[in-house]
């Protein structure tokens, strides 16, 4: 998707940082489960943004459900200035999600 190798950092489950750390300026938070509730969303959501904020980063979610497709969740603030950052979540698809990092690695 974005040319680059990641890989899960083995640290995000013993010191509850980001899944993914080789990103400059991102923090990768990844989830998978066989049901994904509004509630786990939400959840998920503040769970990275307080890794972002630890990091100075930009908090970003990669989610899917069992045989789901990948859904990207990013702060409305990162896309529209004018906004704060680490609020209003929104939901982007995947090909969405390219778009949207090309525009920020310029």
Do not use: N
């Not at 509850?16 to 998978?32: F, H, M, N, P, Q």
């Not at 509630?39 to 998920?44: L, N, P, Q, T």
């Not at 704060?84 to 982007?92: C, I, M």
Request: charged share 30%.
């Amino acid at each position: 998707m974005t040319g680059l190798r990641v890989s899960r950092s083995l640290e995000s489950v013993r010191t509850g940082g980001a899944d993914i750390t080789c990103i400059t300026g991102l923090s990768v938070e990844v989830k998978r489960k066989k049901r994904i509730l509004p509630s786990d969303i939400i959840s998920f959501w503040h769970q990275a943004v307080s890794q972002a904020e630890k990091e100075g980063d930009r908090p970003v979610l990669f989610m899917r459900e069992d045989r789901g497709d990948w859904q990207i969740v990013v702060a409305l603030g990162d896309l529209v200035k004018g906004i704060e950052k680490g609020q209003l979540p929104v939901t982007l698809d995947y090909y969405s999600f390219q778009e949207v990092y090309k525009e920020w690695r310029k």
